[in-house]
């Protein structure tokens, strides 16, 4: 198989995309990751729909909820379902990091808001920026527009791991069902004195 243009490297493509459109747009971003899913006596039982309903009432409930999404940008969703933790999501979510800094402390309070409120007290949650001290490539957390080291590993290291093969979704019908979602990308509006990226954009596979 060609692998450009498996769904796994097409996501790819796209999401690298994405998260570059929202670096034209913001001289600097603050990255989450959290995965998002439901205690294991819950988990078990629960199937693909229960996670996408929680998914989008937790979209849904964002413009309501300023003090912890009034200055998110853009977020990627990666769906799985396996076994051992039920559905669960594989969340980044991308601030404007010259309004919000606190990243460890805002994911945990987004991490709590999923579990207490929106799974109503069946969800759990566990913070990557909590530990980004760890990684000795680390791509999450506030990242400048200029630090190309940084965005390369958002891009090819935080990234691919999201996205890997090895995590799809059981149960997905192809055409019918995605098991990675993302926002809508802003219109591009470079800033004065900010480098532009000049390569050239490509159709949107739909991911």
Not at 196 to 207: D, E, V
Request: glycine share 8%; charged share 25%.
């Amino acid at each position: 198989m060609n692998k450009s243009i498996t769904p796994q490297n097409s996501n790819l493509k796209s999401v690298t995309r994405y998260l570059d459109q929202l670096h034209e747009n913001y001289s600097k971003l603050l990255i989450l990751r959290i995965d998002l899913g439901y205690a294991k006596e819950h988990g078990r039982s629960l199937e693909l729909p229960a996670i996408k309903r929680d998914a989008k009432h937790f979209l849904d409930n964002r413009r309501a909820n300023h003090s912890l999404f009034g200055h998110q940008v853009g977020y990627i969703f990666k769906f799985e379902n396996t076994a051992e933790k039920g559905p669960h999501i594989h969340a980044l979510l991308a601030y404007d990091g010259q309004k919000v800094t606190k990243d460890a402390y805002l994911s945990d309070r987004i991490g709590k808001y999923w579990s207490e409120t929106i799974t109503g007290g069946k969800g759990v949650y566990h913070s990557c920026n909590r530990q980004k001290i760890r990684y000795e490539q680390c791509g999450i957390g506030m990242i400048d527009h200029s630090d190309s080291d940084k965005r390369k590993n958002l891009t090819e290291k935080v990234i691919p791991y999201l996205l890997k093969s090895e995590q799809s979704i059981q149960g997905i019908k192809v055409g019918k069902e995605r098991s990675v979602t993302k926002g809508i990308a802003p219109p591009r509006t470079p800033k004065v004195g900010r480098p532009r990226n000049n390569t050239p954009r490509l159709a949107s596979p739909g991911a």
